[in-house]
């Protein structure tokens, strides 16, 4: 291809050879799955352990819409499809961090494991200050009647 003068070819052009795209070219032995689940959604991110994302779905993208988005069954096939993807890859091994109160926490973590990647740890991150707070003051005024 001649641009401005000068003569370059594309990567991943027929002319060199390369008709596969670099995303699928990679290998990733290990690596970082992000689930964050709300009230209305659960999105699930798979990363290397630099942290560049390889794959990505949410409820969402899986189809579903409206209330449904934040049920445990949207949580578990937005997981299954994220992982599907980089289990392909080559992934063996990989670190859960779960994130957000939502109902699709538990599932997306029971669908992580069926898919037979092993998971070297799971960290929960904790609620915010301000929704504990919230759930703090709900409580102690039921406890004061």
């Not at 070819?9 to 008709?19: A, E, H, P």
């Not at 990679?26 to 990363?47: D, E």
């Not at 859960?96 to 037979?116: C, H, Q, T």
Request: aromatic share 4%; proline share 3%.
């Amino acid at each position: 291809m001649i641009k401005y003068g000068k003569t370059f070819t594309k990567n991943g052009s027929r002319k060199n050879g390369r008709i596969s795209s670099r995303k699928n070219a990679r290998k990733i032995p290990k690596g970082v799955i992000h689930v964050q689940a709300s009230f209305n959604n659960t999105i699930v991110t798979v990363t290397d352990v630099r942290g560049r994302v390889i794959s990505w779905s949410s409820a969402g993208a899986c189809g579903f819409r409206g209330t449904r988005r934040g049920t445990p069954f949207a949580a578990q096939t937005a997981a299954g499809n994220a992982i599907r993807t980089v289990v392909d890859q080559g992934m063996q091994r990989a670190e859960v961090m779960i994130k957000g109160p939502g109902l699709g926490r538990d599932a997306a973590l029971r669908a992580i494991r069926r898919s037979g990647i092993l998971l070297s740890f799971v960290r929960d991150e904790p609620l915010c200050h301000i929704m504990a707070a919230g759930l703090l003051k709900k409580d102690v005024c039921k406890n004061k009647h």
